[in-house]
Nanobody
Framework: QVQLVESGGGLVQAGGSLRLSCTAS????????MGWFRQAPGKEREFVAR????????GYAESVKGRFFISRDNAKNTVYLQMNSLKPEDTAVYYC?????????????????WGQGTQVTVSS
């Protein structure tokens, strides 16, 4: 049974930092891409960042470039999202997903597995 478990969310003031973690289990993810998405109240889920398990190729949404950084620890089967210079508009539930490399990584329909989400709230 595949499981993705996120952690690290919380309440932070604008300008602060948080690090999210996503630990994967239940299958081999070597041919997969891991992605972070977020969903704010009343909005659709949107792409934030992605990384390939094998060689660590990354991609980011324009809105987070230069502020958020995705990384992975293959030995721990864990993907991280370091979020710096947080803004109130970053407030959302953040989800970790796993999807095959053959599909485009910026769309949530490309991901087979999802975590339960972790809430990030940035106060002004």
């Amino acid at each position: 049974q595949v499981q993705l478990v996120e952690s690290g969310g919380g309440l932070v003031q604008a300008g602060g930092s948080l690090r999210l973690s996503c630990t994967a289990s239940g299958r081999t993810f070597s041919n997969y891409r891991m992605g972070w998405f977020r969903q704010a109240p009343g909005k659709e889920r949107e792409f934030v960042a992605r990384i390939t398990w094998n060689v660590g190729v990354t991609g980011y949404a324009e809105s987070v470039k230069g502020r958020f950084f995705i990384s992975r620890d293959n030995a721990k089967n864990t993907v991280y999202l370091q979020m710096n210079s947080l803004k109130p508009e970053d407030t959302a539930v953040y989800y970790c997903g796993a999807g095959p490399l053959r599909l485009a990584g910026d769309y949530d329909a490309s991901y087979d597995y999802w975590g339960q989400g972790t809430q990030v709230t940035v106060s002004s």
